[in-house]
């Protein structure tokens, strides 16, 4: 799929896993840390984006309590963008 370039809030539903690493809150900050924890989230899930993509092809995202710090490149390929009613 190609997947417009969403902004913060934007809801993504996935048509095959994708793979990202945890994030964990900073105290004192509005930065999160990479965990090195690998997380899979499966075909079909819904995620939520945080923002736009970072220079470096990254982008943050919520998923099942988790942010998780993805490649955009796999949310825009294996990703279509759903209205807030869950329509594609």
């Known amino acids: 799929m190609d ?3 969403p902004g913060r809030g ?6 095959k896993p994708v793979r990202g690493v945890k994030l964990q809150d900073q105290p ?3 930065l999160r840390n ?4 690998v997380i899979e989230i499966p ?3 819904i995620v939520e984006m945080e923002g736009l993509p970072a220079p470096s092809g990254l982008c943050n ?5 988790e ?3 993805i490649f955009y490149e796999d949310l825009r390929e294996n990703g279509q963008t759903i209205s807030s009613d869950g329509e594609v």
């Open 67 to 69: 942010a998780i710090s």
């Open 61 to 65: 995202v919520l998923w099942n309590g």
């Open 3 to 5: 997947l417009a370039i």
């Open 28 to 30: 004192g900050s509005s």
């Open 43 to 45: 075909t079909d899930a």
């Open 34 to 37: 990479p965990t090195g924890i």
């Open 10 to 15: 934007a809801r993504v539903v996935l048509r």
